[in-house]
Nanobody
């Protein structure tokens, strides 16, 4: 599978961004997908997951109630709506297909998208 994340950028604290990740090369609609993020100081951390049909979601505690994951299977795209952004959300964001619900990804990352939140 090939993954292309986009939508990152520079935003002030309290602002919003919407990330997109488009997949190609394999079946998409039946596959759980997740967002992860990584900084220079930390390992790649789980952010949010969505199952293949989109009716089951899970979030990391520090993004719950601020971020929303969704998907459009017809467009082979998964989204991450990020609201009330904080400087600590600054990271490179990646999407990945899930090997095991909800946090174990396949080692298929693609290019991430940089999110920078200024204080």
């Amino acid at each position: 599978v090939q993954l292309q994340a986009s939508g990152g950028g520079l935003v002030q604290a309290g602002g919003s961004l919407r990330l997109s990740c488009t997949a190609s090369g394999r079946t998409f609609s039946g596959v759980g997908m997740a967002w992860f993020r990584q900084t220079a100081e930390k390992e790649r951390d789980f952010v949010a997951a969505i199952n293949g049909s989109g009716n089951r979601k899970e979030y990391a505690d520090d993004v719950k109630y601020r971020f929303t994951i969704s998907r459009d299977n017809a467009k082979r795209t998964v989204y991450l709506q990020m609201n009330s952004l904080k400087p600590e959300d600054t990271a490179i964001y990646y999407c990945a297909p899930l090997q095991k619900w909800p946090r174990l990804p396949f080692n298929s990352w693609g290019q991430g998208t940089q999110v920078t939140v200024s204080s």
